[in-house]
Nanobody
């Protein structure tokens, strides 16, 4: 079971970026999937989570209205669309998933059972 995040890079403040999370060895059709980030010296935080069984998403206030999570079931891939990026969004971004019945809010409060490699996002001029 593996989750691989990709799509990170350097972007100017106000710019946009889309991250991808491709799953292998597991089908993302139940439970929940989410995106998390960890900035230097800070604890990991959930920034965008999706319940796969009811389609409900959760975004904490710092990213609400700017980040959007989505999923393409045919590609077994989840995405994170980030807009109006700010320097404080700079972090390593990870995707994670739980196959158990869980809410998007609950998933974003903890480290999921399935955790992928991260991708660096740097917002700087």
């Amino acid at each position: 079971v593996q989750l691989q995040a990709s799509g990170g890079g350097l972007v100017q403040p106000g710019g946009s970026l889309t991250l991808s999370c491709t799953a292998s060895g597991v089908t993302l059709d139940f439970g929940a999937i989410g995106w998390f980030r960890q900035a230097p010296g800070k604890d990991p935080e959930g920034v965008s989570c999706l319940s796969l069984w009811n389609g409900i998403t959760y975004h904490p206030d710092p990213v609400k209205g700017r980040f959007t999570i989505s999923r393409d079931a045919s590609k077994n891939t989840a995405y994170l669309r980030m807009e109006n990026l700010r320097p404080e969004d700079t972090a390593v971004y990870y995707c994670g998933a739980d196959l158990a019945h869980t809410s998007s809010y609950a998933l974003c409060q903890r480290r999921p059972a399935i955790w992928g490699q991260g991708t660096q996002v740097t917002v700087s001029s």
